[in-house]
């Protein structure tokens, strides 16, 4: 690696270690450069930058439990040692080892994320063939059918996903003796004191909205002092607006998929996780427009009597 590069990466590490300053009570077994003898300005260095690749490991360990046990620790070492002994002079083939990892990395989690098999050495004549030269790849045309092809994996995943949300959903509804609105929709009892008739599509209200999941994690959070009913939100919140009152409070339970779409994993929402949400409605606040305020603040001023002027 170039110094730059190396630089380069080490920065990068810097930004997290904000998010990282744990050292788990064993910052007493770690070995600093006093221990070594003959330490060069370059092993100094170099020293820090294995300092930032563990601060890189524990970042990934906070997404992924089990990179933090000792046993995956290990195993992650015994790894980067066998890439750093497989590393040879030709900067070529140490480019394609690094790649070949990362895409085999890639290739499981695709594996995993959309359910399928594949056929690995179809890949690898791809690669073949398209270095025979530099004009074998139609880069467009591979571009829109990787993506048209993905599109379509995503389209499956999402239907699939959203199968199993239904079914864990309809689980903890009986569960919790949820009342059931619709297949992606539950709800538990209003409180509060309503005012009027029930709430319809194209009505003017306030609204605040509070939503999390069944561990209490909250994913977000609207107050809106004017709502168009219909407009603003995903169907479920809408679908929920629909069965109440204004001045009513009310808790629905619907999945990740109906709620985030395609977003789900942004908000690190499971198929398998009930998303609550509790909606609290209000009369609308009435904004007054630019005009009318000033035809009002007009009107509140008195004109002064005239002066009378002695002559």
Same mark, same amino acid.
């Given at each position: 690696?170039?110094?730059?590069?190396?630089?380069?990466?080490?920065?990068?590490?810097?930004?997290?270690?904000?998010?990282?300053?744990?050292?788990?009570?064993?910052?007493?077994?770690?070995?600093?450069?006093?221990?070594?003898?003959? !330490?060069?300005?370059?092993?100094?260095?170099?020293?820090?930058?294995?300092?930032?690749?563990?601060?890189?490991?524990?970042?990934?360990? =906070?997404?992924? =439990?089990?990179?933090?046990?000792?046993?995956?620790?290990?195993?992650?070492?015994?790894?980067?040692?066998?890439?750093?002994?497989?590393?040879?002079?030709?900067?070529?083939?140490?480019?394609?080892?690094?790649?070949?990892?990362?895409?085999?990395?890639?290739?499981?989690?695709?594996?995993?994320?959309?359910?399928?098999?594949?056929?690995?050495?179809?890949?690898?004549?791809?690669?073949?063939?398209?270095?025979?030269?530099?004009?074998?790849?139609?880069?467009?045309?591979?571009?829109?059918?990787?993506?048209?092809?993905?599109?379509?994996?995503?389209?499956?995943?999402? @239907?699939?996903?959203?199968?199993?949300?239904? @079914?864990?959903?309809?689980?903890?509804?009986?569960?919790?003796?949820?009342?059931?609105?619709?297949?992606?929709?539950?709800?538990?009892?209003?409180?509060?004191?309503?005012?009027?008739?029930?709430?319809?599509?194209?009505?003017?209200?306030?609204?605040?909205?509070?939503? =999390?999941?069944?561990?209490?994690?909250?994913?977000?959070?609207?107050?809106?002092?004017?709502?168009?009913?219909?407009?603003?939100?995903?169907?479920?919140?809408?679908?929920?607006?629909?069965?109440?009152? !204004?001045?009513?409070?009310?808790?629905?339970?619907?999945?990740?998929?109906?709620?985030?779409?395609?977003?789900?994993?942004?908000?690190?929402?499971?198929?398998?996780?009930?998303?609550?949400?509790?909606?609290?409605?209000?009369?609308?606040?009435?904004?007054?427009?630019?005009?009318?305020?000033?035809? @009002?603040?007009?009107?509140?001023?008195?004109?002064?009597?005239?002066?009378?002027?002695?002559?």
């Amino acid at each position: 690696m170039k110094l730059k590069n190396l630089l380069f990466a080490a920065g990068a590490s810097m930004l997290m270690l904000s998010a990282c300053s744990s050292d788990n009570g064993k910052s007493g077994d770690m070995r600093t450069l006093s221990d070594y003898e003959n !330490v060069t300005t370059a092993d100094s260095l170099l020293y820090y930058y294995g300092q930032l690749r563990a601060v890189d490991y524990w970042q990934q360990a =906070s997404a992924d =439990s089990t990179m933090a046990s000792r046993e995956s620790r290990d195993e992650f070492l015994k790894g980067l040692r066998a890439g750093m002994d497989a590393a040879r002079e030709s900067r070529a083939y140490t480019l394609g080892l690094a790649a070949g990892v990362q895409i085999s990395i890639n290739m499981k989690d695709f594996a995993d994320d959309y359910k399928v098999s594949y056929n690995r050495q179809i890949m690898l004549n791809a690669i073949e063939d398209g270095l025979k030269n530099d004009s074998a790849v139609n880069p467009g045309e591979a571009n829109q059918e990787f993506r048209r092809i993905l599109n379509q994996l995503n389209m499956q995943k999402e @239907e699939a996903d959203r199968a199993v949300a239904i @079914e864990t959903l309809a689980e903890a509804a009986k569960a919790g003796k949820w009342q059931k609105l619709s297949e992606s929709l539950y709800a538990a009892p209003a409180t509060g004191n309503a005012d009027g008739a029930p709430i319809k599509t194209g009505d003017n209200i306030g609204v605040k909205v509070e939503i =999390s999941n069944t561990d209490g994690k909250e994913l977000d959070r609207r107050n809106m002092d004017s709502l168009r009913v219909g407009q603003g939100f995903p169907g479920p919140v809408t679908e929920a607006l629909l069965t109440m009152k !204004v001045g009513e409070t009310r808790k629905f339970y619907t999945t990740g998929p109906e709620m985030f779409g395609r977003f789900t994993e942004r908000y690190n929402v499971k198929p398998t996780q009930v998303i609550t949400f509790t909606i609290t409605t209000m009369p609308a606040v009435e904004k007054k427009s630019d005009d009318n305020a000033a035809s @009002e603040a007009r009107a509140a001023i008195k004109p002064s009597a005239p002066v009378k002027v002695n002559r």
